[in-house]
């Protein structure tokens, strides 16, 4: 059983800045990966950023260079730092975590319950 806690979404204006934070609980083993999707309204669900387990992540080419992504392992927790927020930003932002419960499970997908972002016109 793993829980992902969001925090940090609301209402902003353009050119504003909010960082997302993502806590991870309950029986974890490992995390394999932990990540952001977003789904604007009318959109489809699309990939925002992901950090792996080794430290190296992927941030989609449209925003990069003013989103970036980090974790704190002790804390089990990412974050998505987001510059220069414009309208179209605006969605539902989904933390998203592939972890293992134990050492003899393979990875699992747990998805947050999502915040929203308002980046006002």
């Known amino acids: 059983q793993v829980q992902l806690v969001e925090s940090g979404g609301g209402l902003v204006q353009p050119g504003g800045s909010l960082r997302l934070s993502c806590a991870a609980s309950g029986s974890i083993f490992s995390i394999n990966a932990m990540g952001w999707y977003r789904q604007g309204p009318g959109k489809q669900r699309e990939s925002v950023a992901t950090?792996?387990?080794?430290?190296?992540?992927n941030v989609a080419d449209s925003l990069k260079g003013r989103f970036t992504i980090s974790r704190d392992n002790a804390k089990n927790t990412v974050y998505l730092q987001m510059n220069s927020l414009r309208p179209e930003d605006t969605a539902v932002y989904y933390c998203?975590?592939?972890?293992?419960?134990?050492?003899?499970?393979?990875?699992?997908?747990?998805w947050g319950q999502g915040t929203q972002v308002t980046v006002s016109s």
């Open positions: 998203h975590a592939n972890a293992r419960t134990h050492a003899l499970d393979y990875g699992r997908d747990y």
């Open positions: 950090i792996r387990l080794g430290g190296s992540t």
